[in-house]
């Protein structure tokens, strides 16, 4: 693949840069934007003007870099099935209440096997009843209990449990 001549100006970052970072040096064919090659690369509408041969180079490029990183796939496509978004995340602060079926009513207060907890952190038995065991265990289950809660809004779930196939290319 012919490579682009680079240019001599001072970088300004695209916002994918300035997000993810750019690519390295050696990625970098307009030294005038610092690229992180990750930006989507759309498809050419018919009707769109002619690009120079380096645009067209860069673009081919980085359709290529894409690749070469995600598996076979380019960041368009992992974009238009929502495997990747630019939308903001909706924080969790874990405060949500534990899954009535990991209830601390729900463990055994009497273990098979004994295990001791260190005495440095408060000791006793590693059990539920025990307050130091139950407070480390307490995000761990409430972060259970989340995915519980919206297991039917995880499309993952599905395609585990049902073990089926499906192409991304189909989607």
């Given at each position: 693949m012919a490579v682009p001549a680079p240019i001599d100006i001072p970088s300004v970052p695209t916002p994918y840069a300035l997000k993810y970072g750019p690519a390295s040096p050696r990625h970098q064919f307009?030294?005038?934007?610092?690229?992180?090659?990750?930006?989507?690369?759309?498809?050419?509408?018919?009707s769109a003007?002619?690009?120079?041969?380096?645009?067209?180079l860069i673009r081919e490029y980085s359709e290529h870099y894409q690749r070469s990183l995600l598996k076979g796939y380019t960041v368009y496509q992992l974009y238009h099935i929502n495997a990747i978004s630019e939308a903001a995340l909706t924080p969790c602060s874990l405060d949500n209440p534990i899954h009535h079926?990991?209830?601390?009513?729900?463990?055994?207060?009497?273990?098979?096997?004994?295990?001791?907890?260190?005495?440095?952190?408060?000791?006793?038995?590693?059990?539920?009843?025990?307050?130091?065991?139950?407070?480390?265990?307490?995000p761990a289950l409430r972060l259970a209990s989340w995915i519980l809660a919206?297991?039917?809004?995880?499309?993952?779930?599905?395609?585990?449990?049902?073990?089926?196939?499906?192409?991304?290319?189909?989607?």
């Open positions: 307009n030294r005038s934007v610092l690229k992180s090659h990750i930006t989507p690369v759309l498809p050419l509408h018919p003007p002619p690009f120079s041969p380096n645009t067209i079926l990991l209830a601390r009513h729900r463990w055994t207060s009497r273990p098979k096997t004994t295990y001791e907890v260190d005495p440095k952190v408060g000791g006793g038995q590693f059990v539920a009843t025990n307050d130091v065991v139950w407070n480390v265990l307490t919206y297991v039917h809004m995880h499309p993952w779930v599905e395609s585990s449990i049902s073990l089926g196939c499906k192409s991304l290319d189909s989607m």
